[in-house]
C-alpha cells in the first residue's frame, strides 16, 4: 500500500517531515513542451511553414470532403443491415448532406429502416444524425 513512516524520535520529527512533504507537493512542475521545441524556435519561423499556398485548404473543401467521407462509411454500415446508419444515410440523400440531394434514395433507405423501427418515419426529413427519442411525441404538450 503506502510507505511507512519513519520512527519519529520525538513531535518535532513528525511535525518537520509532514512539513517537508507539504512543501514538496506545493511545486509547481514545469509546463510542456513538444519534444521538437528549442529556444531559437520562434512564432516567425513557424508563421513560415503556414504561409505555404500547398499547405492550405479552404475550410469548405475540408468539410465538404468530411461529409463526403462520412456519408460513405454511413453507406457501407447501411448496407450491412445497420438500422441507424439507414436511417443517417436516408437523412443525408434528403438534406444533400455529403452527398447529391435524391428524395427517392431517402425514401428506400427510410422503408428499409422502417422494417425494424417504425419511429423512423418521424425523423426522416429531419438533419443527419438527427434520432428518434422518447421526447419526441406526436402528443402536444399543455
Known amino acids: 500500500m503506502g510507505k511507512r513512516l ?10 518537520r517531515y509532514a512539513a517537508d512533504r507539504i512543501r ?9 513542451r513538444p519534444a521538437a521545441w528549442n529556444k531559437e524556435t520562434t ?6 511553414l503556414a504561409d505555404l499556398p500547398e499547405a492550405s485548404v479552404p ?8 461529409a463526403r467521407r462520412w456519408f460513405q462509411d454511413a453507406l457501407k454500415e447501411a448496407r450491412s443491415g445497420d438500422v441507424s446508419m439507414q436511417i443517417l444515410v ?9 452527398v447529391a440531394k435524391n428524395e427517392q434514395k431517402a425514401n428506400v433507405w427510410i422503408t428499409k429502416a422502417s422494417r425494424y ?11 443527419p444524425g438527427y ?6 411525441s406526436d402528443e402536444e404538450k399543455n
Open 90 to 98: 436516408a437523412q443525408m440523400y434528403h438534406s444533400g448532406y455529403g
Open 117 to 127: 423501427r417504425s419511429a423512423v418515419w418521424k425523423v426522416s426529413d429531419k438533419h
Open 6 to 15: 519513519p520512527e519519529p524520535k520525538s513531535l518535532e520529527d513528525v511535525a
Open 131 to 136: 434520432n428518434a427519442s422518447d421526447s419526441d
Open 43 to 48: 512564432s516567425a519561423s513557424v508563421m513560415n
Open 24 to 32: 514538496r507537493t506545493r511545486v509547481a512542475k514545469p509546463p510542456l
Open 59 to 66: 475550410l469548405k473543401e475540408v468539410v465538404a470532403d468530411c
